[in-house]
């Protein structure tokens, strides 16, 4: 054989062989979006661009001949840039979601589309497996989340969103009862050793993502119990402490190692935990509530909004003929009002120096509170707490209006000269925000906060070895599954820093939509969103019982049936996606997109030809492979679109619905359609033989759980109409007595190729 050197190896290569297949041999690897080995080389893409030494012009791999003694480089500087700059074109012009918008704002990209669907499906087993790749505490986050994900979902612009978080939570609680609860594989052991300090939910996470990397994990918590500000920050009323005890109790299945009453700077110290572990992970959460800074708060009777959460837990408390005033407008305020209500507490008022549009707290809450009885004051900030005998009576309030928006972007509350007013009170709790408790962290570089230092994509302190996450860290306090979602991130680097080589996190590329409006969606069935049942406000204020009932199974699969696939459902094959991602090319031009609607008229097949790349792949193998050329390339320029001749329905093009357009498709353009509710997903192939005929086709069936998702040619087959979609009517479950032309046609191709 002649040879060739590709990045600086050796290679044998056959006479009027290319470089791309002279590499792909040799398992060199070179990208491609326009090439098949069954057609001529069409060099349409410009991604498959290498440099030959001494050669002034880049090459395309696919259509160049391999000459003897040639030295190639396919990842030089210059066919690096060139490869990029193919890349983001086709990706500016590629519009779509590559990920839905509930994915995309969660701070844990946990996959709600990807559960929800497959909870429409009845899959629950796959669907908690698919949560857990993300989010160890499903079961809990679902139901004291204040929910991100609703706020960005494209229901709301057909009538509600998808109640995802009740579906989350949904699920985890099925998972729970089923008697047999999904752990996660673990991997080999690695012989290292990690501490994580802090046992919260950024805690719990990273030691649940570490454990599943096959390291040894030791958890180190100050409380009595895991759970951190779940378990003593969260009432029982919205999280009952038995089904967060559950998830916890999973973990330790895990083999994950927790140890309670340990403090840090009193039971062991942070140099020792370095001397002693691989790795150390400080996770200890905000646990000191933040100060009003007003003269009296002092006083007996005044507290922290976590401080009164935490008391309740531990003791048996009753508010019963108490004035109670809660100062604040997020959702620990919330908790503390509504606590205190089911304290006995004779009046209770909540503080706020806004107006109700501007309050943080969850909508629900708000209005739950107001239900329980709960008075609001707004436009009010405290300027004094006034005591007798060393304990508070009264509280000074200004009044407040509100002037320009701040950098939250809500209106500035502006005092008014001379409007104050006193309240009587017997007990204030100041819910206002977080602060660390930084005891024991002696060493570690702080923030002007007073929060950790640490490094926001390899979670590094400045001690080696030490990596800090959640609350405790940069901007300080927020919503538990932001924690969630920095510390499974974490667990990836802590992973690669293990193996010896730190990799820091990186954003995946994605393509993303924005300029869709009510008016896009004007087609959609109004499906009202299925409202969970819970208990009246006259019972739920004066007992700490779980406020939501919970979905049945009928509710939640129809509630989850609402999702729109926002998403790509092609997500997992998308070459594109997959390229952009490797060589970290974002789609960076701006102008003129083209602009089509989703064709959905073939039985079988969707034709979505927004995402198209003309790659050309399908038009030229229906017509010189398939030989039937039901598509082609219409127009010319920018607005050139594959489609069948005069635009006819592709079903009346003499289309045989082989289905090789779409298993060639490199974007999702083009689609097979499914008996089930669409869901994107990781499939798993089983390699089979089709046997509806003498034919015999190899065939790729996928699956997920018992969904039976699409089947696939192999070994550069075809199969026919019956073979790739018959299952989907059931028409492929027995043989067929008298093969049709289409799969004579079909298993002739395939014998042929």
């Known amino acids: 054989m002649d040879k060739i050197t590709i990045n600086g190896k050796q290679i044998d290569f056959l006479p009027g062989e290319t470089l791309l297949a002279a590499a792909n041999r040799a398992g060199e690897f070179i990208p491609t979006l326009c090439h098949d080995d069954r057609l001529v080389p069409y060099a349409s893409c410009g991604v498959c661009v290498v440099e030959a030494e001494g050669s002034p012009r880049l090459a395309r791999a696919c259509s160049t001949m391999a000459v003897v003694g040639q030295s190639i480089l396919t990842n030089s500087p210059r066919a690096l840039a060139a490869r990029k700059s193919a890349l983001a074109l086709l990706l500016s012009d590629h519009r779509g979601d590559c990920r839905p918008p509930c994915v995309e704002a969660c701070p844990g990209k946990t996959d709600c589309q990807g559960y929800a669907g497959l909870l429409a499906n009845g899959e629950y087993r796959e669907a908690i497996t698919l949560m857990k790749e993300r989010l160890p505490l499903p079961a809990s986050i679902g139901r004291i989340c204040p929910r991100p994900c609703e706020t960005a979902c494209r229901r709301k612009l057909v009538e509600e969103p ?89 973990m330790s299945k895990m083999g994950i190692h927790m140890k309670n009453k340990v403090r840090l700077g009193e039971d062991i110290t942070l140099d020792r935990l370095v001397a002693d572990y691989d790795a150390v992970v400080i996770a200890i959460g905000a646990w000191k509530s933040t100060p009003m800074r007003v003269p009296g708060e002092d006083l007996q009777g005044v507290e922290g909004g976590i401080d009164f959460l935490r008391r309740v837990h531990f003791e048996k408390l009753d508010l019963r003929g108490k004035r109670v005033a809660v100062v604040g407008g997020g959702n620990t305020a919330m908790d503390a009002c509504r606590t205190a209500m089911r304290l006995n507490a004779a009046e209770l008022c909540v503080i ?96 002007k906060r007073g929060t950790i230092a640490s490094d926001e994509t390899s979670f590094r302190t400045n001690i080696d070895k030490v990596f800090a996450i959640g609350d405790a860290t940069n901007k300080g306090a927020d919503i538990a599954i932001t924690a969630i979602g920095e510390a499974r991130r974490a667990a990836e680097v802590i992973g690669t820093f293990l193996d010896g080589a730190i990799i820091p996190y990186s954003e995946p590329v994605l393509v993303k939509r924005e300029d869709l409006a009510e008016a896009d969606f004007a087609d959609k069935e109004r499906l009202p969103r299925v409202k969970m049942r819970h208990l009246p406000a006259n019972e739920r204020k004066s007992c700490f019982k779980e406020v939501n009932f919970g979905y049945s199974a009928e509710e939640a699969q129809k509630e989850a049936a609402r999702c729109l696939e926002c998403g790509c459902l092609d997500y997992f094959e998308c070459k594109l996606l997959d390229y952009a991602s490797r060589y970290g090319v974002q789609p960076v031009y701006s102008g003129e997109t083209r602009k089509y609607r989703i064709f959905d008229e073939h039985p079988y097949i969707l034709r979505n030809m927004e995402k198209c790349v003309l790659c050309g792949l399908c038009v030229r193998f229906c017509e010189e492979v398939v030989g039937v050329g039901a598509l082609g390339l219409v127009n010319r320029g920018f607005n050139t679109v594959v489609a069948p001749a005069m635009r006819r329905p592709l079903k009346e093009s003499g289309c045989i619905s082989c289905g090789m357009c779409v298993a060639l498709c490199p974007t999702g353009a083009l689609l097979e359609k499914t008996a089930y509710k669409p869901v994107p997903v990781v499939e798993k192939h089983t390699k089979t033989v089709c046997d509806l005929c003498e034919a015999r086709c190899g065939m790729i069936v996928a699956k997920r759980g018992n969904l039976h998702l699409r089947n696939l040619p192999v070994d550069g087959g075809v199969l026919c109409e019956k073979g790739r979609f018959g299952f989907m009517s059931g028409e492929g479950t027995s043989k067929l007595e008298t093969p049709p032309e289409g799969i004579v046609r079909a298993g002739a191709l395939s014998q042929k190729l």
């Open 162 to 250: 998808v109640s995802i978080a009740q579906l989350k939570y949904h699920i985890a609680d099925h998972d729970l009862r089923s008697g047999g609860a999904y752990v996660p594989e673990i991997a080999p052991d690695s012989g290292k050793r990690i501490a994580v300090v802090g046992g919260g939910p950024g805690g719990l996470t990273a030691a649940f993502f570490l454990r599943k990397q096959g390291h040894e994990v030791d958890v180190l918590d100050m409380m009595p119990e895991m759970g951190g500000m779940l378990r003593y920050g969260i009432p029982e009323y919205r999280l009952p402490k038995k089904v967060l005890a559950e998830e916890i109790a999973l």
């Open 352 to 447: 706020y120096r806004r107006t109700r549009a501007e309050m943080p707290a969850e909508k629900i809450e708000i209005e739950e509170a107001e239900e329980e009885g709960v008075i609001f004051k707004y436009l009010v900030n405290p300027i004094e707490i006034i005591g007798e005998n060393g304990t508070v009576a009264r509280i000074g309030l200004q009044r407040m209006r509100l002037g320009d928006p701040d950098a939250s972007g809500r209106r500035s509350p502006v005092p008014i000269e001379g409007a104050v007013e006193v309240m009587d009170v017997d007990l204030v709790i100041m819910a206002i925000g977080q602060q660390n408790d930084n005891a024991g962290l002696e060493g570690l570089t702080l923030t």
